[in-house]
């Protein structure tokens, strides 16, 4: 027996990396929601997730396609709604 405690292993998958996956997930499919729907709200709402997503799983490529497609949902959508003269908030 030791007096220190075992330490955990820390190469596998944790569970931080799910809920950017999922946070990932959701910006994707709101850059989407985006293009068609409230560009000002939902849009910024989706960047600033896949941000946040981004920022707690900086090793993966899901992450980045987040906010890769959350701004462009955001950008795209800002422009149809412009030339559609829709709501953008």
């Not at 596998?12 to 989407?32: N, Q």
């Not at 409230?38 to 920022?55: D, E, H, K, M, T």
Request: zero cysteines; charged letters at 10%.
């Amino acid at each position: 027996m030791s007096a220190q405690p075992e330490s955990l292993p820390t190469d596998g998958p944790r569970p931080l990396y799910a809920v950017a996956g999922y946070l990932s997930a959701a910006a994707i499919f709101g850059g989407i929601v985006a293009l068609f729907y409230y560009p000002g709200r939902i849009g910024l709402a989706a960047i600033v997730i896949s941000l946040v997503a981004a920022g707690m799983n900086p090793t993966r490529k899901f992450s980045g396609l987040g906010v890769v497609v959350a701004a462009s949902g955001w950008f795209f959508g800002t422009i149809i709604a412009i030339l559609l003269d829709r709501p953008l908030f």
